[in-house]
């Protein structure tokens, strides 16, 4: 059975640094990529960045893009958010997800494929 474990979150101020973990065990062939989403409050819930396992390709959306960095340690089964120039709209709790869409974009933006969450991890970005 899938289970993921989400890490590394905490308070952080404007300007700062964290770097997430998603820990994996359980995977089978049915999943495809890694996705990290996030929900602030009275939000619905955003993708921020995914990546595929097979080639690495890696999508993120405009509001993250060039501030947020994915990475993935397979030995580990872990993939790593690292996060930079945080802003306090960037506050909400962080979930990492298991698709099973080849797509990245689609993960991301849709959620498609996504079929099991992790408990989630809270960032606050405040001053």
């Known amino acids: 059975q899938l289970r993921l474990v989400e890490s590394g979150g905490g308070l952080v101020q404007p300007g700062g640094s964290l770097r997430l973990s998603c820990a994996a065990s359980?995977?089978?062939?049915?999943?495809?990529?890694i996705g990290w989403f996030r929900q602030a409050p009275g939000k619905e819930r955003e993708g921020v960045s995914c990546i595929s396992f097979s080639d690495g390709t890696t999508y993120y959306p405009d509001s993250v893009k060039g501030r947020f960095t994915l990475s993935r340690d397979n030995a580990k089964n872990t993939v790593y958010l690292q996060m930079n120039s945080l802003k306090p709209e960037d506050t909400g709790l962080y979930y990492c997800a298991a698709s099973s869409s080849p797509s990245v974009q689609a993960t991301c933006v849709y959620k498609r494929g996504v079929g099991s969450w992790g408990q989630g991890t809270q960032v606050t970005v405040s001053s």
């Open positions: 359980g995977f089978t062939s049915d999943y495809y990529g």
